[in-house]
């Protein structure tokens, strides 16, 4: 099976966009996956679900890479020079990352080698729960830092936050 990551964001020109299409682009997907694993649940796998488990490891683990140094990098330390207030904030987001991360990790080693799994209550239990925490954490996002720092950045910062996402994906 071949792969091809789907770039979420079309148009790097402000870096607002950008983390909006990553948002939705991953609550989509996830979404999608817990249909998947319940529909693994009760009809078992097959060679199309496997496809499917495969398919969305790969472009879940370029997309999430992506998106964590997108805000590790560029949002992140912008949003505390300007406010250190938000470093509370940050530190929350950052923990829920890796909270996210140990979920995934148990659900990556499932989904990678998906003709091997034989309890499908498993693969769902965990899609559900990678689902939950990806979901609340970006409504954390979008509730407690982009409000913020939408009135914090200038719409030259988002471009040039923008600018070096985009920079980022070339190298």
Not at 45 to 59: H, I, K, L, P
Not at 89 to 104: C, D, G, M, R
Not at 105 to 122: G, I, K, R
Request: net charge negative.
């Amino acid at each position: 099976m071949e792969f091809e990551f789907i770039e979420p964001a079309q148009d790097f020109t402000s870096a607002k966009p950008v983390l909006k299409a990553y948002h939705e682009d991953f609550r989509k997907r996830a979404a999608a996956l817990v249909q998947l694993t319940a529909s693994v649940q009760e009809q078992g796998m097959t060679r199309e679900s496997a496809q499917g488990c495969v398919g969305f490891y790969c472009q879940y683990c370029i997309a999430n890479g992506l998106h964590q140094q997108d805000e590790e990098r560029f949002v992140f330390p912008l949003a505390i020079s300007l406010s250190a207030g938000l470093e509370e904030t940050i530190a929350l987001l950052e923990q829920e990352h890796q909270q996210i991360s140990k979920v995934w990790d148990s659900l990556a080693e499932l989904l990678t080698e998906p003709e091997e799994v034989t309890d499908f209550d498993e693969l769902h239990s965990l899609s559900m729960e990678f689902e939950r925490l990806l979901t609340e954490h970006l409504q954390h996002e979008e509730q407690m830092l982009l409000p913020e720092i939408s009135v914090l950045f200038t719409e030259a910062q988002w471009a040039e936050i923008g600018a070096e996402m985009e920079k980022f994906r070339a190298e």
